[in-house]
Nanobody, 115 residues
Framework: QVQLQESGPGLVKPSQTLSLTCTVS??????????WNWIRQPPGKGLEWIGY???????YISPSLKSRTSISRDTSKNQFTLQLSSVTPEDTAVYYC???????WGQGTQVTVSS
């Protein structure tokens, strides 16, 4: 069974870069046709898809976040990473990683942007 676990700081100051890592077990992030996603849910709002990195290493980011977001991976650690720069309080959310077709999710990690 595939398991995903998010990790990273729970508090980030405005204008800084948010960095989260998703560690995958029970499956390889390089397995054919697997896509690994980041999703977030701000307080009181719905889920927002951020982007994915695919089995080949190609990433696709939501146009609304593309200018300040990158997704990368470390195949030796079976991890993929989200970096979101120039954060504001509007980036406060629970951040999730998940595998397409969204059958496996991490438990989520709360990130608060505040000075």
């Amino acid at each position: 069974q595939v398991q995903l676990q998010e990790s990273g700081p729970g508090l980030v100051k405005p204008s800084q870069t948010l960095s989260l890592t998703c560690t995958v077990s029970g499956g390889s992030i390089t397995s054919n046709y697997n896509y690994w996603n980041w999703i977030r849910q701000p307080p009181g709002k719905g889920l927002e898809w951020i982007g994915y990195i695919g089995y080949s290493g190609s990433a696709y980011i939501s146009p609304s976040l593309k200018s300040r977001t990158s997704i990368s991976r470390d195949t030796s650690k079976n991890q993929f990473t989200l970096q979101l720069s120039s954060v504001t309080p509007e980036d406060t959310a629970v951040y999730y990683c998940a595998r397409t077709p969204f059958d496996y999710w991490g438990q989520g990690t709360q990130v608060t942007v505040s000075s």
